[in-house]
């Protein structure tokens, strides 16, 4: 029996092929080592700025915090989801939260049973300086970008996030 012939044109596009393939596979591979890098760098950032708010506050803490902020108020049912955590870890950063004088628990206008959570004006003063001092130092790598090349990098990141 003999050897199958080779066609010289099909084995030359077959290996552009798999050299596409493996450009593509390191591709990949190195945009999910640069995104582990940045998810590394954005904790230890929830770590400064949750110590910028107050010592004892966890990462967990700053980022339920920074929930209710953005939401004004804000339910803990509506944390879990919004976190994707799970309730004990909610509850415990809330009682800290309030214990520390940054968030209070109020009857909800809309259904005396439930309680919202609201920021305290000591919260708000705290959280804008630990942004403060995290959005300057990405501000800072940012402003070395042009405006396409930042438009870009947002539309990527949109579509990336789904």
């Known amino acids: 029996?003999?050897?199958?012939?080779?066609?010289?044109?099909?084995?030359?596009?077959s290996d552009h092929t798999d050299a596409a393939i493996?450009?593509?596979?390191?591709?990949?591979?190195?945009?999910?080592?640069?995104?582990g890098r940045l998810f590394a760098r954005i904790r230890v950032g929830w770590r400064e700025a949750?110590?910028?708010?107050?010592?004892?506050?966890?990462?967990?803490?700053?980022?339920?915090?920074?929930?209710?902020?953005?939401?004004?108020?804000?339910?803990?049912?509506?944390?879990?989801?919004?976190?994707?955590?799970d309730k004990s870890a909610v509850s415990r950063?809330?009682?800290?939260?309030?214990?520390?004088?940054l968030?209070?628990?109020?009857?909800d206008p809309e259904d005396r049973r439930a309680r919202m959570l609201v920021a305290t004006p000591l919260a708000e003063e705290r959280v804008a300086l630990a942004r403060s001092r995290y959005e300057g130092r990405i501000g800072e790598r940012l402003r070395g970008w042009t405006a396409a090349?930042?438009?870009?990098?947002?539309?990527?990141?949109?579509d990336l996030g789904g």
Request: aromatic fraction near 2%; charge should be negative.
């Open 1 to 13: 029996m003999s050897a199958p012939s080779v066609d010289p044109a099909g084995a030359e596009a």
């Open 22 to 35: 493996d450009d593509l596979d390191q591709a990949v591979a190195r945009v999910e080592h640069e995104l």
């Open 50 to 85: 949750a110590a910028t708010v107050h010592p004892d506050l966890q990462p967990l803490g700053y980022q339920v915090l920074t929930s209710i902020l953005a939401g004004r108020a804000t339910t803990a049912g509506a944390l879990i989801e919004r976190l994707q955590t």
């Open 93 to 101: 950063q809330v009682r800290q939260l309030e214990q520390l004088g």
């Open 103 to 107: 968030v209070e628990s109020i009857p």
């Open 149 to 158: 090349d930042l438009d870009h990098f947002a539309n990527l990141v949109a």
